[in-house]
Every structure is written in C-alpha cells, then in structure tokens.
C-alpha cells in the first residue's frame, strides 16, 4: 500500500561517538557560510525598496513608485532590470556550483568554502562602490559564485563532520546562518534607511563583506572531513581526524573500516555526473532534483527577497515595511531553532508534513485577505488592524517554512548521497535550487502585477503537491550513517524497485536490513 512509507531505521549501525567540542566549533564555523547566502536574501529587498537606490539604478520603477495610491498596487514594482538585480545572483550560483563540485572532490571541502568567502568578498566591495547598473550586476554576479561554492560546500561538511544521531542538528547549523544573516540584513536596512544623505543603500551592500570576511577566515583553520581525506589519499591523516573528532577514547575502526569501503567503491566511479543517471541512484537523483524544485515553489523566496517591497505593495509606508520584514526574519530565526532541537528526535517526514500543512494554510488566508481588500484591481488601502492580520499569518507561514522545508531542503539532500556522487549529488542540488531561485526572483514581480492575489493560491497548490510527494516517497533518515543510506531506500516500498542485492555495498551490509512498512 503507498500510503507513505515508514522506515524503521533503528536497526542499522549506530557508530560509537559524542559531540566533542572539537566538532561543535568546526560546525558552528563551516555553518557560518549560510550568513552570506541569508545576508544577500535579506538585503536586497531593503535596498531595493530604498528611494535614493531606486533613483540611481532604475528611474523608471522610482517614478512609478511616485504616483499616488490610485495605481494598481499589485504593479508598481513590476520591472525586468530591478528583477535581474536580485536574480542575477542566483544564475551565477547555479553556474559556479558545476565547478565547485570538481574543487570540492579534488582539493577538499573547506577551499571550496574558502573560494566562496574570498569571492562573496570582491563582489560586496565592487556592489557598495557601484557607480552604475553593469557594476552593480557584476558585483551581484561575484555574490553568485561565492554562493554557489558555499552552497555546494558547506551542507556536505557538515553531514560528513557530524555523529549519524545528531546530523540533523549540525546541518541545520547551516539553515539557521542563513536566518540570522536575513534577520541582520533586515535590521541593517532599517537602519541604513533612516540615513538622510542617501548612501544607506552602499552601506548595506557593502556590509556583506562582514559574513564574506567570516567564512573567508573561518575556513583557513578548519579541518577536512575524514570522507573527503580518505578520497584524495590521505588513509592515516584520516584515522587521526575521525578519532578526534568522534572522542579519543572511542572505537572507531568499524566507522572508519565502513569510510574506506565507501571510498574503493568511489574510486571505481570515473565520471560521476554520468553514474548519477544510474538506475540504482533513482531515488538520490529524484530527491535532488525535486525537494530544491519543491523549496522554492513554497513561495518562501517571495517573502524573503521582496519583504519590504511586498508589504509596501499592501499598504505599509517606508519605515513600517521594513520593520515587518524584521518581524518575519525574527519569526525566520526563532523557528529554525525549533527544528534544530526537534529534527533529531521527530524526524525529517514529520517536520515536512507538519510544516507543509501550516504553510498551506496560512497562504490560503494571507491571499484571502488580500483579495478582500484589493480585488483583482489592486486598488484599495489597508487598515491597521487589518494589515496586522496579514503580517500575523505570514509570520505563521514562515515559522511553518522555518521548522520545515527550510532546513530540510538543505539536510536531506546533503545525507542521501553515497560518497562517489556525493559532490555531483550536492551539486545538483543546489543548480536546480539556484535555478528555481532565480526564475522566481526574476518573475515574481511580473507574477504579481498578473495573478495578483492568486500568487498565493498559486504557491498553495504547489505546497499541497509537495506534501503529498513527501507522505508517499521520501523515507525516514533520522539517526542512519551517510554510508548506509543505501539500506533505506532497499528498504522503501517504491524505491526498493530499482536497487539490487549486489547494489548494498559491503559496509552496508554487515549492519541490519532496514524495514519498511506502508
């Protein structure tokens, strides 16, 4: 029966070990590479919702804006080049994130976070000194690379770093720098917007350098993962690594035995872009290509991107949208602690499902309520109390996203790789991420002035869609070690289909079969 598989998982391998203070610090450090994919989301609808930014790069939405409240409120940020300011970004990653996964698999995880921090870097001194449009866009194009390579990067550093039992918690490290560098973009432009002279928007561009100047650094002292030394031929330095970080007092040579057979098996592997297409990697090759798909068409990027800029649209004036959007980053923060501490212990389905049911509800009412107040006119105003409904049930859709698709759409891909196609995987991963980002940056504004209210109902259709895919075809991960993640697909009512017996490798198989029950 397919009606949603449950994977008893607790029979695989529990690999001795404890969260030392040596793999918390690595962790926290690594995870500091979400600040600057969340600082760029969080800043760039401030500044593009700023006058003086608007009356430099683009005239024409400056002067749209200008008119009075009888224009069509859903429209008066409808414009292409401001569209590719924010999206240029998320092209330019999907491209980088190809090449970061050869860095990562030749010369190791932490260069390939290094490069992203070091590019990041560049691209915040070039956006804060922009002088014109193509300086501003290539700026935004260095951003892009830099997160293309920290995207790719930093999510399988944490999965390889991390004890099986607390993988979730540590990579969620990553999604929650993503949140605190929203919130911190957000409280920036409330500030910067206060600034009378007009050059709040430089500051807050070129403050990205601070996230960029952590990872840059941070990156320099952190060790390699044993996964990825084991790979490039580093056996011994390995061992040292894996005792160190799983505690010296702990035996680690069934870890470490099940880490080298895992590698021999890569080994074989020539051209892994080409054995993702494999039959027995269907199930991996369909999770990284839809749950990237799926997170984006939550709608979230539309909140996150164009906060200021939306809540202007429904009526908030200057300081009062941008303190909303600093409302919605808090929620953004608060909630993915949640599932730092939950995701352990729930598991990923239950967060998905819970999350997706919270998220479909809220953007139900959130489009209601606007219908009711601009009709497909878009033209009306918005009473206090009333916007405070609006801001309430978007707060409640993103604490949904938060706990849920958030950091799942990072964990989840970044542990059901086996080594050989782990990069290629990753990679995949965060293209079709970057891509479904950037076709929604670069439409959402057009969407808006077209399907103006329904744009909700729209993102509301998809998250029922993507619900239902999770309840039927994503089993549960929680506690399961990376190199016998193989078991829980052999054990999936839909995916056992296209794994053989001779496709377990031999780590896997001395742990116990999991059972899965529909």
């Not at 994919?37 to 024409?60: A, R």
């Not at 969620?172 to 973009?185: H, R």
């Not at 432009?189 to 996230?211: D, E």
């Not at 980053?329 to 909630?335: D, E, H, K, R, T």
């Amino acid at each position: 029966m397919a009606g949603g598989a449950v994977v008893n998982t607790a029979g695989g391998k529990d690999y001795p070990g404890r969260l030392t203070l040596f793999v918390f610090f690595t962790c926290v450090v690594a995870a500091t590479g979400g600040l600057i994919f969340g600082y760029d989301i969080g800043i760039s609808g401030g500044v593009t919702s700023m006058d003086p930014f608007l009356k430099k790069f683009f005239p024409e939405v400056y002067e749209k804006k200008q008119l009075d409240n009888s224009t069509n409120q859903y429209c008066k940020y409808d414009n292409q080049l401001l569209q590719t300011f924010t999206s240029s970004l998320y092209l330019a990653a999907l491209v980088s994130s190809f090449f970061a996964a050869t860095v990562t698999r030749v010369v190791g995880r932490k260069w390939s976070m290094f490069a992203g921090g070091f590019t990041f870097l560049v691209g915040a001194a070039l956006n804060g000194a922009a002088q014109d449009l193509a300086m501003l866009i290539i700026g935004r194009i260095l951003l892009g690379v830099g997160v293309g390579f920290a995207n790719q990067s930093v999510p399988v550093y944490l999965s390889e770093m991390a004890p099986a039992r607390l993988r979730g918690m540590l990579n969620i490290g990553f999604q929650l720098m993503i949140t605190i560098g929203i919130l911190a973009a957000e409280l920036i432009n409330y500030g910067t917007n206060k600034i009378k002279a007009g050059y709040g928007w430089r500051i807050s561009l070129a403050l990205a350098a601070v996230p960029a100047a952590i990872i840059t650094l941070g990156s320099l002292f952190l060790p390699d993962t044993p996964n990825s030394l084991i790979e490039r031929g580093h056996p011994e330095e390995a061992r040292r690594m894996l005792n160190r970080i799983r505690g010296s007092d702990v035996d680690i040579s069934e870890e470490y035995a099940d880490l080298v057979v895992a590698s021999e098996e890569s080994k074989l592997v020539q051209h892994p872009w080409r054995n993702i297409l494999d039959r027995k990697y269907r199930a991996q090759l369909t999770m990284a290509i839809m749950i990237p798909f799926f997170q984006q068409l939550t709608g979230i990027n539309v909140i996150m991107f164009y906060a200021p800029v939306l809540f202007e649209t429904l009526g908030f004036k200057g300081d009062a949208s941008l303190m909303s959007a600093v409302i919605t980053g808090l929620v953004n923060v608060f909630a993915t602690l949640v599932s730092v501490f939950t995701v352990d212990r729930l598991g990923r389905r239950k967060l998905f499902l819970q999350g997706g049911t919270q998220m479909l509800v809220s953007q139900l009412v959130v489009g209601t309520l606007i219908a009711v107040k601009f009709g497909t006119s878009g033209v009306g105003e918005m009473p206090k109390g009333y916007a405070a409904a609006v801001v309430l049930f978007i707060c409640v859709y993103v604490a949904g996203f938060a706990w849920s698709w958030g950091p799942l759409g990072w964990l989840v891909p970044s542990e059901i790789f086996p080594l050989e196609i782990r990069p290629a995987g990753q990679s995949l991963n965060v293209s079709v991420n970057m891509l479904f980002t950037f076709v929604i940056a670069q439409a959402f504004l057009t969407m808006l002035c077209h399907l103006k209210f329904g744009l909700f109902y729209f993102f509301a259709g998809w998250v029922v869609i993507m619900t239902v895919f999770i309840a039927l075809f994503l089993p549960e991960t929680k506690g399961v070690p990376i190199e016998e993640m193989v078991l829980v697909w052999k054990g999936h009512w839909f995916w056992n289909r296209f794994i053989g017996d001779e496709d377990v490798h031999v780590g896997a198989t001395n742990g116990k079969a999991a059972n899965a029950t529909a």
